[in-house]
């Protein structure tokens, strides 16, 4: 509760602080610009849990942070939070809590409180969260438990302090124990997701909609598709399988073992296809595009990168850590990414080239100039394919000279690509159609309607699959061409993924 | 001064229009030199209290400033200033979209359903737009038992639209409306493209797909206007035959009315109608509106019981009462400096006097060329002057950090929500210059013969720049750069008025270069800054509206009959033409991508710096909002100490 007193205004607060554990070692084991990365992504991960359980970020003090709450046991629970969505990328971090007055003036805190609460982390282990006396007899909540670490001596503090290691026990967000043992393959692999997505729910705030009682064997009820979110539709039964809330994501690549997912507050999520897993990387700016390939994703920064004069390429491995910024001749405007035929392919809307990217070497290696305003691109079928915004043409490069040698007219503007069933597939989000193409010919074979907006596209098992700026995620047949609604959604559908039997999509707010 | 007077001080009444677009007091952005903002929880205790703003009334300007006087004062549909934008936004007028009154970084730039019901369903084709109303939602006192329905967004419109105001509003984002352009011209009794099905259902009928036009129903024209109970057949409502001093009696849809709204005697003629006495010289006093419901409105948290705006005579009376404690906030809702570095850096040194705070501001200042007039018909020599100019000192002579930051881009990053914030294909250490980068783009110049880097060619000497108070310093810092690569500018000030409509608007003079002219938009889509060089004058068909003077997108023709002897110019018309019918991130993104464009393959002007917006509050403050979309203060977003 605030009040006030006399001149100077003080506030029962409770007092945070976050330390990255051997940091001097990461820094020099890591290089200047993953370690930056790194913490970039570690600040992304703090804030998003601080939002979570409305702390306040009051300094940044190099690999730490000073945060305030209001209530001592969302200050723990947000700890505990923050060290599970670090360990996912293998940092470890120790927390001080302390409650008690202080100083607040704007967005500042000062006082004895925040005195205590530093001297508190400096006793705790890496992965604790050590708190004061006082924090534990404030508590309330079930959910948190605490040990006893003894009486400790603070340095320039007077009196002795008591400290305790405070664990929070965060509700099952579903069990995996209580899964049945007779599921199918398809459903065993249900309360990995659930699970390992709670891990990720806890990295990055997200929720998993996956219903317990489908965990525990029972009737899978009807999940509910949320803005903000990834969804997960299963290819053979077009049922929606997994909704995972993820802030403003845009774009979304895809290969055997990894979804990627870009999100436009600058952060890149891997999600582990087999367990679920969902690990966020920060990125050092806005992301243009992603692809996968190479057990990697290929992450696009054409709207600038800090600290760097043009765009780049950051190549992302499973590994979190594994990252290499690879800089792009005509960075700037680099508007699509697409990986295959040896090579991932940046076209750039500004300066109207292609860039080849060597996926050995990872330099980029080839520049063309292609037509005005590429707008996307892709490869498959032995060729790279380009779609112009402005030009409204679809040109067919060779991989290996990149020389052109083919083309075909659009009659719209064109906003995305997918190679599929011998056939190129030109999405335009504006003229509500997806044009197909020979991809051995550049022979335009037809114009599909799709008034729903089509953006993203991608080729499936056995179905073209097209997410919808109105709502909705379509499949197409590839031999009869009609399209068919498999999911509406509350928000624009931006991006499409394949990933073995199942589809991925991003629903925006 | 009456509004009138205001708007007649402009040579010609759709010059004002000019000012709003290219001076742009409007919006802000996060400012990452700030304390951190304490974002209060929606059920935090802190609710209740009088929040105490003060102005200083000597630090306001002819435009756009805080004029409690003037009679467009809170008029939604006439004023844009930040002061009538901020207030309305937070406090006493919904609109049928909006923002929650906070940065980008808070989720300020995301566009939210407030009086309608939900997102906006459009057709297939783009061009109609079905708007839900939300039921159930009443005006403030006295016509608290008046339900807000669909028929009050439509007078809201008409009104906008109206024959007699089409010299005082500035309506392009909004022209595209079917019947919009037949109605302000007089030639149509009502706009053909407004239906009302139902009380809650809008449908609007556009002539051509605007992919952000639920972007442009956030701005204040859609703040409803309720019917006359006296004159149901009034087409304005109670705004009939207010063509200003409407804001003085308007009736709230907001979280606050202004004191006195429940005495307000529709009964009586306009012109007999006493003011809210919530309005009066130096003092603007609001309070809760009852028929508010927070549950209808996650939009506003609207913290304090009562504000109490009152104006002061000097800066140094609004620092005082800081000081004193008689105020919580000063609130400068005007072109920046808003407060003097020195108040702000004195404040930033001793934090027991209170918090000082800045936010970036959409507003970006730059120099522009002309595209048409050697030497700035060579590229090489536009980005040369990109690459040498000091920007850091012309943020000095703007007023230092508390006023401006340098900027690398065009549009005002809350406009593209951030995509660009890393983008500056032309930084410099410490934003100084660079004359080695700079002389080896001049090189490349058919200017310079030699390749020196210097221009010796006789076009680059006396090259006129025509500026506008307060710009001279900066021209002169500008031109002292210039001179370092060989261009010898001779500075002409102009006074605003042949600023704005003789230098920048008429293209026949020939203007070779410009400093004085910002750029903003009038919500929180880029498409208010970048269609305007949608071809000279393609945006209207009133030339002087285009500010274009780089004289991108002229045709041969045009440029021949204007007596340029340059008759081929950049063209971005097809890139604007790409990026108007797409819907939300992908607009956001083409638009990016355009703004990429301009600073890299046509390098029409040298963006120099994005205005900032400093206020400072007393440590009774314990939250403070920044509004994204009106680039000042959320008073709704103000909690107390108790």
Redesign the interface.
Known sequence: MLRRGGTSQRRLTTVLFTDIVASTEHAARLGDHRWRDLVATHHAIVRERLRHFHGHEVDTAGDGFLTTFEQPVAAIRCAAAIIEALAAIDLQVRVGIHTGEAEVTGGKVSGMTVHVASRTLDEAAPGEILVTSTVREVTSGGDVTFSDRGVHRFKGLPDEWHVFAATWHPPDVATPSAASGEDTARRSRSPALAVSVAAGALALGLVVVVAAAWLTGGAPPALAVVPDSVVTIDQPTDRLTAVLPLSMPTGIAADDSSVWVLSQDDLLTRIDTASGAATPVGLPGSPSGVAAGDGAAWVLLGYGVAGERGGVVLRVGTDSQDRERIPLEDGNGATAIAYGEDGAWVVNGVYDSLTRIDPVTRDAVDVAQVGWQPVAVAAGEGAVWIAHGLERSLWRIDPDTLEKTGEATLTDPPTAIAIGFGRVWVTSSTGNTVVVIDAATTTRLATILVEQSPRGIAAGADAIWVACGRGAFMRVDPVSLEATTVLSAPGPADGVAVSGDEVWGTVQT | MKTNDRWSAARRGAGLRVLVMVIGLLAALPGPL??????P?ASS??SGGTLRVVVPREAQEPFGGFDERADAFLDSQLDTSRTTHGLTRCCLGRTLYSYNGRRTAEGGS?LQPDLAAG?PD?S???LTWTIAIKPGLHYGPPLQDVEITAGDFVRSFERFFAPTLRDVVFTFELMDIEGAAAYQAGTAATISGLETPDDHTLVVHLSA?Q?DFAERLATLVTVPIPPDPEHPEARFGIAEEADSGYGRFAVSSGPYMLDGSASLDLSRPVSERAAHAGIAPGRVTLVRNPSWDPATDPLRPAYADRIEITVVDTMDDAVAAIDTGTADLLWNPRTPPTIPAEVYEAFRAD??R????IDRVAVVRAIVMNLAVPPFDDIHVRKALNWVLDKQRLVDLQGGRSAAQPV?HIVPDALV?????????Y?TPGQRGDLAAARAEMARSRYDSDGDGLCDATVCQHVRMVTREPFEEAARSAAEDFAKLGIDLDIEVHDINAFFFEDTADPRLKVPIVAGIAWHGLNLGASGVLMIFDGVSSVTTEPDLAANVTMMGATPQELGGWGYDVVDVPNVD??VG?CV??????QL?CW??LD??LM??VVPWVPYSQDRNAAL?S??V?AYGYDELTSTTSLDQIAL??
Do not use: N
Not at chain 2, 581 to 586: F, H, L, S, V
């Open positions: 700030d304390a951190a903002a304490e974002p929880e205790p802190a995301h997102p459009v297939p084709d783009g797909p992919g934090p027991a209170g918090a000082a705070r690398g929500d951030d995509l660009l914030i890393d983008y500056d294909p930084a097809a890139r790409d019918p797409r819907m939300g991130a992908d993104r990016a991508s990429q464009y890299e393959r509050t440590p009774r314990i100490w108790e």
